[in-house]
C-alpha cells in the first residue's frame, strides 16, 4: 500500500513537471505603450481651458432651419442607425464572454432499448444473469434515464476573465464608434446646409448679372445703330450674356445635388430642403475656444475608441498567454436512471451521480496556440499605432481649422473691399462707354471680374463657415 501510495506521488510529481513546462514555454513578443504625450498648446499658445467642443450643438448652431435637419438626421440616418446596431452586438459579446467563465447546467433526458447477440461476452453475461431475484435480465434490455448535468472551467489565469473584460471595453469603443458617427453626421449636415445657401447666392448673383448684362446689350445695340461701334461689340456681349446663362444653370445643377445629399443623410427621398439664404452673407461665426490639446484626450470620440481597442488588444494578449498554462475543469452530474420506467425515481436504487476534475494543458504541437499568442501581439501594436495616429490627427486637424478661421475672415474683409471696389467700376465703365469715353472691352473685362469677384467673395464666406463647422467636429463636439 505505501509503494502505490509513494508511485502515486511520482506520477503526481511528473505531471506537474510536464505542466510548469508546458506553462513558461511561450514565445518571446515585444509589448509596445502608446505615447499620450501632446503639445501644451496649439500654435495660439494659449492656456485658456474654455472649450467650444463642449457646447451642444442646438447652442452652436443658431439656425432653426440648420437645427430641424440636424435632429430629422439624428432619428432616421441609416449609418448612425447600423452603428446602433453595432453597439447591441458588441453587448451580445460582452454577455457571451460573461457566460463562459459561469457555470454551465444542462438537462438531459433519453430511454434507449439493447439487444446484445447471445453469443457474444455481453450477451451470454446477461443472460446468466438476474437483474432482479428471481427475474431474469429482459432481452432487449430497455433503458430509461433523466439527469443534470453541469460543466465549468476555472479561471485560475484569468483567462476568461480578460477575455471579457477585451469584450467590454470593445463594447465600450462602439459607443465612441456612435459618438463619432454623430458628431461627424451633424459637421456634415451643417457644412452641406451651408454650401447650399452659398450656391443659392451665386444664383442671386448669375441672375443680377445677367439683367446687368443685357441692358449693357441694349446700350451696345443703340451705339452700333448709331454707327459708334460695330457688330463685333453686340456679339462679344451676347456671348458674355450666354456664358453667365449657362452658368446659372451649372449652378442649379449645384444646388440639386448638395440638397439630395442633405435629404440622403436626412434618410429621406428628395425634397426642398427649408433654408433662408438671406441672411448668409451676414451671418458672423462664433468666437471659438479651443482649449488645450490635452483636452482632445476626452472630447474627441475617436481618440476614446481608439483607446478603448488598444486596451482591449493588451487584454487579449493576457487571455492569449494563458493558454500555454493549464486549464482546471470540474463537471458534474446527478440524475435517475432504470430498466423500466416505475423503477426511475426509486432512491437510491436509481440514482446516480458523479463528478471530475480535469487538469489539461497543451504539451506537443501548440502551434494554434502560438499563433494566436503572436497575432494577439501584433494587433495591440497595430492599436498603439492606431490610437497616436488618431491622437496626432485630432491633433492637426484643430490647428488647421483654427488657422483657416483667422485666414478666411481677413481674406473676406479684402474681399469685401474688392466687391465693392469693382462694382463700382462697373457702373463707371458703363458711364464711360456711354459717352464714348471707353471702349467696350473695358467693360466686358470689368464685368466679368465683377462677376467673378463676387463668386470669391461667396466662396470665402463659405469656407469660413467650413471652418466654423469643421473645427467644432475637430475639437470633438456634437455628440454629449
Known amino acids: 500500500m505505501k509503494m502505490k501510495n509513494n508511485r502515486n506521488i511520482k506520477y503526481a510529481g511528473i505531471a506537474c513537471v510536464l505542466l510548469s513546462i508546458v506553462g513558461c514555454k511561450t514565445p518571446a513578443i515585444v509589448e509596445k505603450n502608446e505615447n499620450k504625450t501632446v503639445p501644451e498648446t496649439y500654435a495660439n499658445n494659449s492656456l485658456d481651458t474654455l472649450n467650444t467642443g463642449k457646447v451642444k450643438w442646438k447652442t452652436y448652431f443658431t439656425d432653426e432651419n440648420l437645427n430641424s435637419l440636424i435632429d430629422i438626421a439624428l432619428k432616421n440616418n441609416q449609418e448612425l442607425n447600423i452603428t446602433l446596431q453595432e453597439i447591441e452586438i458588441a453587448k451580445s459579446e460582452v454577455k457571451a464572454r460573461k457566460g463562459e467563465y459561469l457555470p454551465f447546467v444542462g438537462f438531459s433526458a433519453g430511454a434507449d432499448v439493447t439487444k446484445s447477440g447471445r453469443y457474444t461476452s455481453t450477451g451470454s453475461g446477461e443472460a446468466t444473469t438476474e437483474i432482479m431475484p428471481g427475474k431474469e435480465t429482459p432481452d432487449p434490455l430497455p433503458n430509461f434515464r433523466f439527469a443534470l448535468t453541469s460543466s465549468w472551467e476555472i479561471d485560475i489565469w484569468n483567462k476568461l476573465h480578460n477575455a471579457k473584460k477585451a469584450a467590454l471595453n470593445r463594447y465600450l469603443g462602439s459607443i465612441e464608434g456612435k459618438n463619432f458617427v454623430v458628431t461627424n453626421l451633424i459637421a456634415e449636415i451643417a457644412d452641406s446646409y451651408y454650401e447650399l445657401l452659398a450656391l443659392d447666392n451665386q444664383l442671386e448673383i448669375i441672375r443680377q448679372n445677367i439683367d446687368i448684362q443685357t ?13 459708334r461701334v460695330n457688330e463685333l461689340a453686340v456679339r462679344r456681349f451676347e456671348a458674355q450674356i450666354l456664358s453667365t446663362q449657362s452658368l446659372q444653370f451649372e449652378i442649379q445643377q449645384h444646388i440639386t445635388e448638395t440638397e439630395n445629399k442633405i435629404n ?40 476614446k475608441k481608439a483607446e478603448m481597442e488598444l486596451i482591449a488588444a493588451k487584454l487579449d494578449i493576457k487571455a492569449a498567454k494563458a493558454k500555454f498554462y493549464p486549464s482546471l475543469g470540474i463537471s458534474a452530474g446527478i440524475g435517475y436512471e432504470a430498466f423500466n420506467a416505475k423503477y426511475l425515481l426509486t432512491s437510491p436504487e436509481s440514482l446516480l451521480y458523479s463528478i471530475a476534475g480535469d487538469l489539461v494543458a497543451p504539451l506537443i504541437n501548440r502551434n494554434a496556440i502560438k499563433a494566436s499568442y503572436i497575432t494577439a501581439s501584433a494587433k495591440q501594436i497595430q492599436a498603439v499605432y492606431n490610437y497616436e495616429r488618431t491622437l496626432v490627427n485630432a491633433y492637426v486637424e484643430v490647428a488647421n481649422q483654427l488657422s483657416k478661421i483667422q485666414n478666411t475672415a481677413q481674406s473676406y474683409d479684402l474681399k469685401s473691399k474688392q466687391v465693392q471696389a469693382l462694382n463700382e467700376s462697373v457702373q463707371i465703365s458703363n458711364n464711360l462707354f456711354s459717352s464714348a469715353r471707353a471702349d467696350y472691352m473695358e467693360v466686358l473685362l470689368t464685368q466679368k471680374d465683377a462677376l467673378e469677384s463676387k463668386f470669391e467673395l461667396i466662396e470665402t464666406k463659405k469656407q469660413q463657415m467650413n471652418a466654423f463647422v469643421n473645427v467644432y467636429r475637430a475639437l470633438g463636439g456634437g455628440w454629449n
Open 215 to 227: 441692358n449693357a446689350l441694349k446700350v451696345v445695340k443703340i451705339q452700333k445703330e448709331a454707327a
Open 264 to 303: 440622403f443623410l436626412l434618410g429621406r427621398f428628395p425634397q426642398k430642403i427649408a433654408r433662408n439664404s438671406d441672411t448668409f452673407s451676414t451671418i458672423a461665426p462664433a468666437d471659438i475656444h479651443a482649449g488645450i490639446p490635452s483636452q482632445l484626450l476626452e472630447n474627441r470620440p475617436d481618440i
